[in-house]
């Protein structure tokens, strides 16, 4: 079993739709980062919470530690929000990677 | 744009030749890592440098050698490659070298051994 499971790893929206990706773990960590990979292969940070929520646009990321779970929302999904969406929680001196959810967003 | 460039963005090589790939960070950063990202894997870690000091190596086959010859510039060097190293390689800095510091991502360079 992995260390760092995604739901679900493929996910198809219409534009305008609320999305919801969950990321589950099995180690203890201190922190959590959720990522976003276009096509391409570029990376981009979009949170790193180890508490509570955070609001970042239409993004909007939750983690609870004590359930080791944490969730990324995208309100009113856009086809540009089309990628991979990357859950990589942060274990003693180390980022664990998910294997990804791969979003995309019809007009 | 995330400040963190790399080159080539494609390469293919042949098993018996020797390439690098560049990596250069416009942040002040002081930590910078090398990541491999194969076809439906995740993300594996390779190599930290902090201070251009190497304080990870995450049991990655010596005919990847990483460089940093100082905090804004990263090599990894590749010799005698086989076909299954073939994937994108992706590059990141980030202010200190604790992996819960937020990570600035290079473009990549998407790598093809023949």
């Known amino acids: 079993k992995n260390e760092v499971e995604q739901s679900p790893q493929n996910l198809t929206a219409q534009e305008g739709e609320f999305i919801t990706i969950n990321c589950s773990y099995s180690?203890?960590?201190?922190?959590l980062h959720w990522l976003q990979q276009h096509p391409g292969g570029g990376i981009v940070s979009l949170f790193m919470l180890s508490s509570g929520k955070k609001k970042h646009g239409r993004l909007i990321a939750t983690i609870n530690i004590q359930e080791k779970h944490s969730s990324l929302h995208i309100t009113a999904s856009h086809p540009r929000d089309s990628a991979v969406y990357i859950c990589?929680?942060?274990?003693?001196?180390?980022?664990?990677f998910g294997t990804g959810t791969r979003l995309q967003v019809f007009p | 744009e995330t400040g963190v460039t790399q080159t080539p963005r494609h390469l293919v090589m042949g098993m018996t030749n020797k390439k690098s790939l560049k990596c250069e960070q416009h942040l002040g950063h002081n930590a910078m890592y090398w990541y491999k990202q194969s076809a439906k894997k995740p993300l594996e870690l390779m190599f930290v440098y902090n201070f251009k000091e190497q304080t990870e190596n995450n049991s990655v086959p010596s005919r990847f050698s990483p460089e940093c010859p100082n905090s804004s510039h990263l090599f990894l060097h590749l010799h005698t490659l086989q076909p299954e190293d073939s994937a994108l390689y992706l590059c990141?800095?980030?202010?200190?070298?604790?992996?819960?510091?937020?990570?600035?991502f290079g473009p990549g360079t998407r790598l093809t051994v023949l």
């Open positions: 180690v203890g960590i201190s922190a």
């Open positions: 990141a800095s980030s202010q200190g070298g604790l992996a819960g510091d937020q990570q600035f």
């Open positions: 990589a929680p942060y274990n003693t001196d180390k980022l664990i």
